[in-house]
């Protein structure tokens, strides 16, 4: 059964592929995960254009997993130089865009689910959700979906790991600052209210200041200047100064307590764009996590933000492909990882369920 199952994850892959299905016009390709899912007696469920289903035998009595990974993608960018809706193997890769990001995750959570679907006596319920809008983190993909499906204790979120598991996985936080100041003629007396000036002390602070907490996989929180702007003519003090900061939060903190620490130590405002892209984890003591290192895979701490942000769970990202691949030009997944992608996602739940 897993041979067939690996055969028809790569044909699906090829398939996704020639389909586009860009975030936010994932129609097309939803109709095709239903229709794969409901040719293998999978009962179906739809909201916007996510894909969703519970194993048949679901009883509200068992904790729950969720498999879930994404198909929407970015565009494809300039350098390419092949067509990235073409879905080609050439030797032992499949080329094509979301090949890698996270079509081969995606089909693998596919085939494992339908593996265990109408297995009875299971440890665990699963839950799989194939889900849209991941690459812009938008509110109609695993975010609407955590209201509309059944509690889910912990989650497997495919995204390319080389099949190590990412047990912790940083946040994100954009600030936006702004310095206001006194606007005159740079010929004339010294300006104090200049904000160039002004900004100086909370821009150093910014850049060197150390979260006392340190994670254990994800190290330190890293704050980053990453834009600046004031003035627009070389004789005259500007009326402001504007600047953005790139935050990077571990699981020792949640993004709120982040904008405190900064809003208590810097003078100038300096307003959080959002909230809502948190840090998560799962407890290295969790059994996926030791059937994961029984199976020889090791355990890290991920800098990429994926839809783990958007869970309310505990979550591990996990699955074929390497990260450095996705969203390159000419995007590849090799052959061999789809394969090993489906026997591992299987290998790996057997362990406890």
Avoid at 284 to 313: F, M, W
Wanted: aromatic share 8%.
């Amino acid at each position: 059964m897993i041979e067939t199952l690996q055969k028809d994850a790569l044909a699906l892959l090829q398939t996704l592929i020639t389909t586009q299905s860009f975030s936010k016009e994932e129609e097309p390709t939803a109709e095709i995960l239903s229709n794969w899912l409901i040719e293998r007696g999978v009962e179906v469920k739809r909201d916007l254009n996510n894909v969703w289903a519970t194993n048949k035998y679901f009883a509200e009595s068992k904790p729950t997993i969720l498999l879930n990974s994404h198909h929407d993608t970015v565009k494809p960018n300039q350098a390419y130089t092949r067509d990235p809706f073409e879905a080609k193997i050439e030797g032992d890769k499949l080329y094509g865009l979301g090949s890698n990001d996270a079509g081969g995750c995606l089909v693998g959570l596919l085939s494992t689910f339908v593996y265990f679907y109408d297995k009875k006596e299971l440890k665990y319920n699963f839950v799989m959700a194939a889900t849209a809008e991941e690459e812009i983190s938008g509110e109609n993909g695993i975010a609407y979906m955590q209201n509309i499906m059944p509690k889910i204790d912990v989650a497997i979120v495919g995204e390319p790991t080389l099949l190590d598991l990412a047990i912790a996985e940083k946040g994100l936080v954009v600030f936006d600052g702004k310095v206001t100041g006194t606007p005159g003629h740079a010929a004339h007396i010294p300006n104090h209210q200049n904000p160039i000036f002004k900004a100086l002390k909370d821009l150093e602070w910014i850049n060197s200041y150390k979260f006392p907490k340190v994670s254990d996989f994800l190290g330190e929180v890293k704050m980053t200047v990453s834009q600046i702007n004031a003035g627009a003519q070389h004789n005259v003090v500007p009326s402001e100064l504007t600047f953005v900061v790139d935050c990077r939060v571990t699981d020792q903190y949640t993004n709120a307590e982040i904008a405190e620490i900064i809003a208590v130590n810097t003078e100038c405002e300096v307003i959080p764009r959002s909230l809502r892209l948190n840090s998560s984890s799962l407890d290295p003591n969790h059994e996926l996590v030791k059937a994961g290192i029984a199976l020889g895979k090791k355990t890290y701490g991920s800098p990429t933000l994926s839809d783990q942000c958007r869970l309310t769970c505990q979550s591990v990202k996990l699955g074929p492909g390497d990260s450095l691949r996705s969203h390159s030009a000419d995007e590849f997944i090799y052959v061999k990882e789809v394969y090993d992608g489906v026997s591992f996602y299987i290998d790996l739940l057997s362990k406890v369920v």
